[in-house]
């Protein structure tokens, strides 16, 4: 067992799979394709802005050969749906250089590695695929767009899980916890891997970054736990507030069938007139 840098942190995971050959063969076990790269970016940005948003992938490489661009996003968000469906359509949209034609001419995939579950109940499997070829009126799919945005959940690996994701996946899930038997992963990528992330060789400047992410996230979950603390306190108040104006009102309701003046109701129950006139009329 080793103490390594868990893959949960974007720094780190960054850090381990912009080697070139881990990234190929990772594209290679979760697109199954084969690219030809030297080099991955981090924190790509295209050089002009696509839109109102400027994108910025964690991973990013292009076999110009082959015309494919693969993205690779670590993600804890909420709202990755949408994220990152901007995110691949940025990527094809850059591509369109002018208004006199519409051409995509490089086959742009994203990979969205979610390295938590969202709370909403939102995601219930280990890969789901988007592959944008519309289907007929006879239930056939028609290969017109080879595009594919590819979303992974490693802590809902399950017997469904493709062989080849699931190796993956398995060992993203164990590396979260900061410790890893590495005698379970014998293949030379994560060998690699898991040289590139252990405690001991990780560099101090990149220890710093994980211990900044690492407050913004508890800070984040603090916040978030404030919140519904304080959304909750301020639901039964509103709860008593309007048990006690309920109350009010049927007192009033019985004062004027007793003949009491709108204005004394009023004195004695500290409702508006017009409240207990509304209320009078509902009734």
């Known amino acids: 067992m080793i103490e390594i840098a868990p893959l949960k942190y974007g720094v780190i995971f960054k850090h381990a799979f912009s080697q070139p050959e881990v990234f190929k063969q990772f594209v290679k076990d979760v697109l199954g394709i084969e690219i030809n790269i030297d080099k991955v970016y981090t924190e790509y940005e295209y050089p002009r802005q696509v839109g109102f948003v400027r994108s910025k992938y964690d991973l990013f490489a292009e076999d110009e050969k082959q015309r494919i661009i693969v993205e ?18 940025t990527s094809l949209i850059e591509q369109v250089g002018n208004f006199q034609e519409y051409s995509f001419e490089r086959i742009v995939h994203t990979i969205v590695v979610l390295t938590s579950i969202p709370r909403d109940g939102s995601v219930n499997f280990s890969v789901a695929v988007s592959d944008m070829n519309p289907t007929d009126e006879y239930g056939n799919k028609l290969s017109i767009y080879p595009h594919r945005l590819v979303f992974l959940c490693p802590r809902l690996v399950n017997v469904n899980t493709n062989p080849s994701i699931r190796k993956w996946l398995e060992f993203i899930e164990d590396s ?19 040289s590139s992330i252990r405690k001991n060789n990780i560099d101090p400047a990149k220890l710093a970054e994980i211990k900044d992410e690492a407050a913004w996230e508890k800070e984040k979950q603090r916040f978030r736990k404030e919140s519904r603390e304080e959304g909750i306190q301020q639901g039964i108040q509103q ?45």
């Open 176 to 194: 979260l916890d900061g410790r890893i038997e590495e005698n379970n992963y014998s293949e030379k990528v994560f060998q690699d891997i898991l």
């Open 239 to 283: 709860g008593i507030q309007q048990g006690e104006k309920i109350k009010a009102l049927e007192t009033a309701r019985k004062m004027h069938e007793k003949g009491f003046s709108a204005e004394e109701i009023q004195e004695l129950t500290g409702l508006r007139i017009e409240d207990f006139k509304d209320s009078n009329n509902k009734n």
């Open 72 to 89: 690779i996003q670590q993600i804890k968000e909420e709202d990755f749906f949408d994220h990152f469906l901007y995110y691949h359509l």
